[in-house]
């Protein structure tokens, strides 16, 4: 193995590891797994694998739109700005509903095909109930 490819591998068995300690896998963390594999192709002969490297994170604030069934979220055009903008990043989301509530979660999760309706009292699985703080600790920053 060369140099790089032993820095792949490591970086596969941690996250592999974090998989199997935590019971659990999210989309974005497939993903990445899927991507260092991708990379050891040679020595494992499975071919091209469906992974993309996550390099960093970016936070979206965002609003939803208010809709007569109630709130409506569409990720298709967040992911498609952040992706043109920062193609190896994971997208996490914080979402301010009209009543305050603050809602946070990754957004690899969302549906990709269709806006979701979301109701603060019963949050998709996705997303999870966050403090306010989370909010106004970025928010300030796009009033400048």
Do not use: C
């Not at 050891?40 to 936070?59: C, D, I, K, N």
């Not at 992911?79 to 997208?91: C, D, F, N, S, Y």
């Not at 946070?104 to 999870?128: F, N, S, T, Y």
């Amino acid at each position: 193995m060369t140099r790089d490819e032993l820095g792949y591998f490591f970086r596969f068995v941690q996250g592999f590891a974090a998989a199997l300690i935590s019971a659990s896998l999210t989309v974005r963390e497939r993903a990445n797994l899927l991507f260092l594999l991708d990379q050891l192709q040679p020595h494992h002969g499975l071919g091209a694998l469906p992974g993309r490297e996550l390099t960093r994170s970016v936070l979206v604030l965002a609003r939803p739109q208010v809709t007569g069934e109630g709130v409506s979220f569409d990720a298709r055009s967040v992911m498609q700005l952040v992706r043109e903008k920062w193609p190896t990043a994971g997208i996490d989301l914080l979402l301010r509903l009209p009543d305050g509530t603050i809602l946070g979660g990754e957004l690899e999760h969302a549906p990709d095909d269709r806006p979701v309706v979301i109701r603060a009292q019963r949050p998709p699985k996705w997303l999870e109930v966050r403090p306010a703080a989370e909010w106004s600790q970025w928010d300030h920053l796009g009033a400048r």
